[in-house]
């Protein structure tokens, strides 16, 4: 793999859960160059911030070398970069990873969709002045299997955006109107390719992640026993996939030349029940008795007050509680084929990891993020 010469990939979203795990494997698995798009926070620079991503992930200096930092923000125009920057990103970039997004499914309409829908259009933007310079071969945009809506009730093809999806939360619709957006541009000539995992959690080896984010927070709210009643099924599933399935896949993918115009859902074939969670819940002593009833006998009216007021926070995830969503999986069974990336086990085993790491980090004794 390290023989063909280096390309420069443009990567928004290195810092987060997916970014860094795709940029590790750039770094092991590539000799490419990396453009990285990054803002200060914290009170750390964009290159602070990626010197301690690159410790965390355990780069050597040699990587370091094949990395650019380019300090900019999705939101602005041009993505804040400087007239240098923006040049170099447009006129020697060969690939685009935009992976960047707010991922917080109880974010306010206004911040998702700043950054998940205007911000997707600045890269657009960015990316066709690439195209039009003659050097970019493929843009690459991480979307959700979850366009879908939650609550629609039915099998989301990978080639098509339904028509009238129902959604849970402002996360979901951002997503939706992004993607659409990015099938715009790949309808008049963008070499896109779409990635939609469904909800990532830790590795397959240990569990293991980076943040607790999306649904461990959810998650955290049984394990204090604050949630006791539950609008769904026992039997009723969730659509949860290890991180580096969805790293692995998406980097397979990336590798084909016959992907461009496609959409892969990065998901599992065989998603676990809430009963099962709820079991491997009990068998970590994590969790106090939770009364699962079906949503049409379910009221809130029932709730004390207190119920009522954790009962609001759970109301970004309630799609996934009463989900009839499932997801065809043709494209990628199809081209993963043969490259020793297959769909993930999310059995018991997987879960007991997955909860086992959250446990063992210390993070279901945390009352907040
Ligand atoms: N995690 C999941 O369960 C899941 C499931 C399906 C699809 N996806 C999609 O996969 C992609 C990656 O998800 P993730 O879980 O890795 O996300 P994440 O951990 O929440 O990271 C989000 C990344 O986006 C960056 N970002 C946000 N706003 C930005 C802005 N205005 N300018 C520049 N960068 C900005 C963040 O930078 P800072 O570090 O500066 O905040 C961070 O690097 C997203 O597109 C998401 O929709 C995720």
Redesign the pocket.
């Known amino acids: 793999m390290k023989a063909r010469p280096p390309r420069n990939l443009f990567v928004?979203?290195?810092?987060?859960?997916?970014?860094r795990e795709l940029v590790r494997m750039f770094l092991e698995e590539t000799p490419d160059r990396l453009f990285l798009?990054?803002?200060a926070?914290n009170s750390d620079s964009e290159e602070v911030?990626i010197e301690k991503l690159l410790k965390k992930i355990g780069t050597n200096g040699a990587s370091k070398d094949r990395i650019r930092v380019v300090s900019?923000?999705?939101?602005q125009p041009r993505l804040g970069l400087s007239p240098g920057d923006w040049e170099t990103v447009t006129r020697q970039t060969d690939e685009f990873y935009h992976?960047?997004?707010?991922?917080n499914l109880g974010a306010e309409w206004d911040l998702s969709e700043k950054?998940?829908l205007h911000?997707t259009n600045c890269v657009l933007e960015t990316a066709k002045e690439a195209l039009r310079s003659g050097r970019l071969k493929r843009f690459f945009y991480?979307?959700?299997?979850?366009v879908a809506g939650s609550f629609t009730r039915i099998c989301s093809l990978e080639d098509e955006l339904p028509e009238n999806p129902s959604f849970a939360n402002n996360?979901e619709a951002t997503?939706y109107l992004a993607e659409k957006r990015v099938r715009e541009e790949m309808a008049q000539g963008l070499p896109a390719v779409i990635f939609?995992?469904?909800?990532?959690?830790g590795d397959s080896k240990r569990g293991a992640v980076s943040?607790f984010?999306?649904?461990y927070p959810f998650w955290r709210l049984f394990a204090h026993g604050l949630l006791k009643k539950l609008p769904s099924r026992l039997e009723n599933s969730f659509n949860i996939v290890p991180i580096d399935f969805v790293v692995e896949a998406a980097f397979h993918l990336s590798r084909r030349d016959d992907s461009v115009g496609k959409t892969f859902h990065l998901v599992t074939e065989n998603p676990p029940t809430l009963g099962l969670l709820l079991r491997v819940k009990e068998e970590f002593g994590i969790s106090s008795p939770v009364e699962v009833i079906p949503p049409e006998e379910f009221s809130v009216e029932t709730l004390d007050p207190f119920e009522r007021e954790i009962f609001s926070k759970i109301d970004p995830y309630l799609g996934y509680l009463t989900s009839s969503l499932s997801f065809d999986t043709q494209n990628a069974r199809k081209f993963l084929r043969g490259t020793g990336t297959d769909f993930p086990k999310t059995d018991r085993n997987f879960l007991k990891k997955v909860l086992g790491y959250a446990l063992e980090k210390g993070y279901f004794l945390k009352l907040t993020a």
């Open positions: 928004t979203g290195a810092t987060g859960g997916i970014g798009l990054v803002r926070k911030r900019g923000d999705l939101t992976i960047a997004a707010l991922t950054i998940n911000g991480f979307s959700t299997a979850y996360y997503k939609r995992p469904s909800i990532v959690v943040e984010k999306v649904i």
